[in-house]
């Protein structure tokens, strides 16, 4: 049985009928998977928003199916990664295939990620991912979750936002703060805008099966260079839940669309894979065309820019919803501190400066991965197949062979946020990166650092409470209470008092951290670091904080 | 202004190594020639394993073949 998309009811409201114009805090355009999460981050942090939404249902067929570990963490700070890991499909073998060979000409193992809550990566249907967060969504009565509601004009106002909504009975407005466009890489936002969005499109064309097979075949991801079912070309095998697998085919340039995504045109692709005789039934068939492409500011007035609607990889590598999400995740902060009068509207300069430089990194992995897998010149392939061919002998080369690099997130090392290392630091986490994981326990459970951290800022005291002087935990009080408060977090064996504590039971929090006994990092709310001292000065922590909110 | 680079004169035998690398190609096609020069710049560059290096051996190349390029056109 194909996956039916779920389909909701079209909402109608009041507005339409009498005229009037509502009002909202946030209006997120597009329930994809970016504006449902941001909806999720703003709407737990109590804010009004309507999400507006042109279908009444999920997009058919999945097309994310891979999502990495960051987006995870921050799919967990929002409470939906535990089912997305337990449903999802964990693989850890890859093998490499080249030609004619039966036999990989190599095979790798990726490691779980040691000593912390989530995977390097798993594999799920995007809609899995959609429908977790939906329902998530049910449970807050300040988020309004609006099906069938297109935006179709908007004026930006330095008030506000005036917005005008399409239904199928008629149109109404909305009056909000902000606006933040997760419309998709069609974004009618940007057009509206009237931002550019430069780039390249990669002159191929990659056709999608997802299939269920009716035998079982191993949790491998498989890729083949040039193979003897698809010669000149490369293929993808990977596994989704549900025994569902999906298979890309690079087809070249100068194809018809129509036709190639036809069952009876599909099929002999398959079998010339799997043999004759094997049996599948399809979930979805599409194809699409690779474009790197970005805007180049995510921020206009009180327009946001998140998610494809800001930038579009092509999909080697799965960087698309693993970056928007990232985006969602950066943002909610911000807007968070600035809609409560905490933080100047200038904080989303910062924004669009670490967000852009993400897309930025994230297009250049994607478009090398891209000019390996579908070399653009007769040099370019002679090299992609030098590269193969010495990696079935030689260990070395396997780290040349790029067939998708798994999506890491990007640190912002120059972030006007960040206050710069003053002392050296034997490693750990870097100002402007995101925090590293660690097993910990606090009241004799077991937990996971990361846990502890994000949605405020925090700052992590590498000492026991009795080390601090009385000065100090005034203090560390008075940050607590203020007006953008921090929350103190002792990494100690000891019960802190009236601040929290974690133990650091294996000594992996102070060993990623680099950290020193009396040593403290600043953290913001995306669990980002913010600036890092080998020992407590609250003057420095001030003037660190004033600067990690866009104050200095 | 190369710290890492060395261009000065490296090697005790040029006529040796410039032999081994012509004697690679004996035999080949030009195909499998293209195939074994792309073989050789890899393995070197890992040995390398250093990427300003590397990027200073790569803008020489380049650049030298330029500056040919115009000389070609010119005469
Ligand atoms: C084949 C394929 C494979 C992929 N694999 C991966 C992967 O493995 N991992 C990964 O991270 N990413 C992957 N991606 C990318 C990923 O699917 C996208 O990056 C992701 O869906 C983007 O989410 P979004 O919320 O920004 O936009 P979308 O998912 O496009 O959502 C936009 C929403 O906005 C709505 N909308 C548009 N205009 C309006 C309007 N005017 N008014 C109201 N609503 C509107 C649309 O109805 C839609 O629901 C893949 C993409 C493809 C095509």
């Known amino acids: 049985m194909p996956y039916i998309p779920p389909k909701y009811e079209a909402v109608i409201p009041q507005a339409v009928h009498d005229g009037g114009t509502e009002q909202t805090t946030v209006l997120i355009v597009g329930a994809g998977p970016i504006g449902l999460a941001l909806a999720l981050d703003l709407g737990l942090r109590g804010h009004d928003i309507i999400l507006v939404n042109r279908e009444s249902q999920l997009t058919d067929g999945s097309r994310a199916i891979c999502y990495a570990k960051r987006p995870l963490e921050i799919l967990d700070r929002l409470g939906i990664s535990d089912r997305m890991v337990e449903k999802g499909v964990s693989w850890n073998i890859g093998r490499v295939f080249f030609k004619d060979r039966a036999e990989p000409v190599y095979s790798f193992d990726l490691l779980p990620v040691k000593d912390q809550k989530l995977p390097g990566m798993i594999n799920i249907q995007q809609y899995y991912n959609e429908e977790y967060n939906i329902e998530a969504l049910d449970g807050l009565d300040n988020v309004a979750l609006r099906w069938g509601n297109t935006l179709t004009s908007f004026e930006d106002v330095d008030t506000g936002v005036l917005a005008g909504i399409e239904t199928s009975e008629g149109v109404y407005r909305i009056q909000a703060d902000w606006l933040i466009a997760c419309d998709g890489y069609k974004s009618v936002t940007r057009k509206m805008l009237g931002m550019e969005f430069e780039g390249e499109t990669f002159h191929d064309n990659f056709l999608i099966a997802d299939v269920k097979f009716r035998k079982a075949y191993p949790t491998e991801r498989h890729f083949w260079f040039d193979p003897v079912f698809n010669p000149g070309q490369s293929a993808l095998l990977h596994k989704q839940p549900d025994d569902i697998w999906r298979i890309d085919f690079q087809v070249g340039w100068d194809i018809d669309r129509e036709e190639i995504i036809k069952p009876e045109n599909v099929s002999p692709r398959i079998r010339a894979m799997f043999g004759e005789d094997v049996e599948f039934e399809y979930e979805w068939i599409s194809v699409y065309t690779f474009n790197c492409r970005q805007v180049d500011q995510m921020v206009k007035g009180r327009v946001v820019l998140a998610g494809d609607a800001a930038h579009l990889v092509s999909p080697f590598g799965a960087r698309g919803a693993n970056t928007g999400f990232q985006d969602g995740d950066n943002l909610a902060w911000k807007l968070d501190l600035i809609i409560n009068g905490k933080a100047d509207r200038r904080l989303l300069e910062s924004y669009d400066q670490e967000r852009s430089l993400a897309a930025k990194i994230n297009i250049l992995n994607s478009t090398r991965s891209t000019d390996f897998i579908t070399p653009k010149s007769i040099v370019s392939r002679q090299f992609r197949d030098a590269v193969l061919q010495l990696s079935a002998e030689y260990h070395f080369a396997r780290g040349f062979v790029n067939s998708g690099r798994l999506s890491l997130p990007v640190p912002y090392p120059d972030s006007t946020l960040n206050t710069p290392d003053e002392a050296t630091w034997g490693g750990g986490v870097r100002p402007g990166t995101n925090c590293m994981d660690a097993p910990v326990s606090t009241g004799g459970e077991d937990k996971w650092l990361l846990n502890s951290l994000g949605w405020k800022f925090k700052l992590l005291v590498f000492a026991d409470v009795g080390d601090l002087s009385e000065g100090q935990l005034e203090g560390l009080r008075l940050l607590a209470a203020a007006d953008i408060p921090v929350e103190s977090i002792f990494i100690s064996q000891f019960e802190a008092g009236e601040f929290s504590s974690l133990n650091d039971i294996s000594g992996l929090v102070q060993d990623r951290y680099a950290a020193g006994s009396g040593a403290v990092y600043l953290i913001r709310p995306d669990q980002y670091v913010a600036g890092r001292w080998h020992e407590l000065d609250l003057s420095k922590l001030g003037v660190a904080l004033r600067r990690a909110t866009g104050k200095q | ?75």
Not at chain 2, 14 to 37: F, P, R
Not at chain 2, 54 to 72: G, H, M, P, Y
């Open chain 2, 1 to 75: 202004m190369s710290p890492n680079l060395i261009l000065e004169p490296n090697l005790a035998d040029y006529d040796e190594v410039y032999q081994k690398i012509i004697d690679m190609h004996s035999g080949l096609s030009d195909e499998e020639s293209q195939s074994a020069n792309a073989k050789l710049i890899l393995t070197l560059a890992n040995h390398i394993g250093d990427v300003g290096v590397i990027s200073e051996a790569v803008k020489i190349a380049r650049d030298n073949t330029l500056q040919w390029r115009k000389k070609d056109t010119q005469s």
